[in-house]
């Protein structure tokens, strides 16, 4: 494959600039695919950009408040208030992509070529208790898919590895994906109730 006349692995490779957050504890894995450029960051975390929507949906699905993690002042997301959610609930947060390629030099998926996936096993060793892994967003659940030998689920359903895991495919989010931030934490609520991260929907 060429990239503007050029071959695609004449094109810099980028290794992941987070650590996993493994808390030992997780029982939930989210996994997206690879962070955009440092100057779309707003903080050193997973999903640094203001305009993505995993941030506000979290604080939305657990609290009510889409702006529950945001610091309007500066501009920022509050990332200590964010590690500690993470570490009272047991989410855990790491991407697909270890090493990778930007083929247009921007954040689509759609020109994001994985070199190197996340070491999986090496990750959920460190997470005893994790069987629930979920993809936001339809490369990332086909790279995990690769990684666990299963066929990626649709949107919003789960299927299972040979060895147990529940692996869900969540709806991007990022703001190029179609769908109201409302809607995105349905789905997404949906899959933390069957978790056990969330009590229960009562019928009314």
Known sequence: MKVDGEPADSVELESHPFEPFAPESAKVLIMGTFPPQRKRWSMDFYYPNRTNDFWPMMGLIFFGDRDWFYDRGAKQFRV?????????????????????????????????????????????ARMPRCRTLVTTGEKAAGVLASLTGTEPPRMGEMTRSADGLEIWRMPSTSRAFPLRLEKKAEYYARMFRHAGLLPPKIAL
């Not at 921007?106 to 190197?116: P, T, W």
């Open 80 to 124: 200590e208030q964010i590690k500690e959610f993470l570490e009272e609930k047991g989410i855990a947060l790491s991407d697909t992509g270890h090493k990778v390629r930007r083929l247009k030099g921007n954040a689509s998926d759609k020109f994001l070529e994985i070199v190197e996936p996340v070491p999986l096993r090496g990750l959920l």
